[in-house]
């Protein structure tokens, strides 16, 4: 794999807390999203979705609705087969069986919420109203809803996978055997991370334009994969890939649900070219809590094997994920369950043996996709909290247990062969046990015990893999292939235009990149603008996933922005009769290293280089634009850790959160505030999906939460103080040491909030596995010791 190699530059806004340029616009409602977005002659668009969890169709007749009012044209599953059969999910390692996803259901519908006919018309009133009209038969088969029963044989889900397993896998490393042999102490655990949705502020959206006459395909769609969504479009529906432009404009808010390629963002180019008018879908909310992809429900078992002193010398791990009825491209129903238990059972352990094993049970639910630290939420969540029985089983503290079985020296190589270059494992311990100061809050909550008040503490360590490479692919046993590419002009006027491959859905990738350029051209943040992946004509971009942002677009901004540099050094040496070697660019100016009056502006030399043949040197080749790939050469993983401080409420079991202490070491931290807005963010996530959220189905396969007053997202009104402290051990491979961090908040709080919750209980004798927690769970667990 080729080493791209970055260049070495001095920090000057790269560090600094430079406000986001994306906030004025976003701020004050002047954000351009695809809701705001009309085309003339644009027609719209709804979907019939299937009402029951499992049924054979025996007759499907669209006349009603094609006669309706204002319909232009109404599909079922039938008519679309006739263009493309459906989307192959699957994910190449061992044990994944694909399943072809029809883009409307065929002769099946696998769960409540799955499209079984489209509509066209001149209003969404119209479509809405039309959809009403639809005559069909179907007979109900038995649904299977819950994945221990699709995995032990239960009703079959999809015909596709007869024995109700998308993934069924596993390998081993060392001796896990001997290590469990001869364990003085096994501590073990089955944890549940239930079903939740990403739940973005802004629902999915497509605007579908096709132009016959240059057969043109220009959609709009809030991807977080806009290039990944233009190869699909020719892939499968043979749009001529040169002719086809996808335009993400700002996206509120992706979280991974909008890193999938859907049937309904398929569906509209063939509406529009069919039609021969541009057409429009936006998903209502009740749409996207049913059909948007589903996130994190999943059994994690596990056992460490402890030593006579406490470490642990191997660890088992067994995910059983609940997979939904298909595989989602591409992040099908096994990235789940595989990321839980491939990417996270050794942390931050020394641990030199491990194993695991892995399912994905199909069920009649809809499919699960990625949601922001997919797997890798609930492998640390199993992990750490098993971290925290183990603490208690060996009566140390869970800081002391953390820290006696902490991996100390660097580069570490755990038993599976991934590497960890560096990292500031053991420093976040000790740095999270004097935030909090451990020993006054042990001596306070005992005092409030004394006057039957419950506060526990509760911490959780986590490794998070970031800048998503062909190398970290690779590192983990896949193969997939990954780059970006930047494009940086440096204008007459001093100024410069930069243009990346990700879209951005709110993480400020506008004004990280303007840092990153603005430091390796020598010129200030505020005169670099960035766009983000508006269209997929500019810079290519393997999607805004993995935390890949600030490492890899980094990465392309400070190659392309290196490229330009060198120019303006070449001509400046020439302008001050010096050497290009002895030029640096600093603070708008190029000077001549140690001589402090021989400099000129970075600005009239790229006026020069536009307007003035004379100061070009010979030989110049004088373009100021730019661009330039990169792909890290190595997996890049960032660390850190979360206490979290909560008090359950005696009369109600309503757990208060108190004070949230995290700390994160993503090397090089670009932009404090945004590093800390993603933290909060992310935290707060996270508490949603231990306390308040859960998508809940009954027994027949009814998804019973599907609007905000059903499913609970956290409010303002829970949120805590927080307390943030960063670390930063540099990578010695990416862009300034850059390491990436957006998803460490939802990784790592879910497990802090367990460990608080039975911490508080732990007078109660009761020990909490499953999420969420909520007041009913908290005040039983209360209440049964009390009684007995
Ligand atoms: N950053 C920084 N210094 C670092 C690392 C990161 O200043 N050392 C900044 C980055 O420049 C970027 C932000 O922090 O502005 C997040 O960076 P990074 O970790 O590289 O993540 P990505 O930019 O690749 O964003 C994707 C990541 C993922 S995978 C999910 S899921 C998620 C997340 O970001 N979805 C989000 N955070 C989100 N935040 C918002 N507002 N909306 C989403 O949909
Ligand atoms: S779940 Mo984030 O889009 O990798």
Redesign the pocket.
Known sequence: HQHMSTPAVAARSVGTRVLRSEDPRLLTGRGEFIADIDLPRQLHVAFVRSPVAHARITNIDLSAIRDADGVALAWSGKDVAAFCEGLVGEMAVEGCVPTTMPLLAGDEVLYVGEPVAVVVAESRYAAEDACELIDWDFEELPAVINMDAAAAGGPVANPQLPDNLGLNGGASFGDVSAAFDQAAQIVEGRFYTCRVS?A?METRGVIADYEWASKTLRLWSNT?MPHYLKYMLTAYLGFPEQSVEVITPD?G????M??HVYPEEMLLPLLAREVGRPVKWIEDRRENLIAGAHAHEQYVDIAYALDAEGKITGVRTHALGDGGAYHMPPWSMAVEPWCAVVMTPTGIYDVPAAEYTYKAAATNKTPVG?????GYMAGTFARECLADDAARALGMSPFDFRRHNVVREFPWTNPQGIVYQEGSWRQTIDALEEMVDYPAFLHRQAQLREQGRYIGLGLSCFVES???SSATSLEHGLGDVYHDTATVRLNPNGTANVTIG?S??????A???A?MAADTLGIKVEDVSVQTARSTDHAYGSG???????????GAVARAADVVREKVRQVAAHMLEAATDDIELVDGLASVKGVSDASVSIADVATAIYFDLDSWPKDFEPSLEATQAYDPSQAMF?NGGHAILVELEAETGFVRFEKIYSVED???????N??E??IR??VLQGIGASVFEELAYDESGQILTTTFLDYGLPTMDVAPPFEIHHLETPSSHSASG??????SG?IAAPAAVLNAVNDALSPFGVVLRDLPLTPEKVLDAMSVATTA
């Open positions: 990403a973005p977080q996206t808010g992706g979280f991974g909008k890193a990625a949601y922001r630290g997919v970031s800048g998503e990700l951005a859905q709110g993480q400020g990738l004004t990280t990149m840092q805004t996933i993995g935390s890949r942002g600030a490492v890899v677009a980094g960032s993503c090397g090089t931290v670009i932009n404090p945004i590093v807005g993603q963010g992310g850059v390491k990436g961090m957006g998803e939802l």
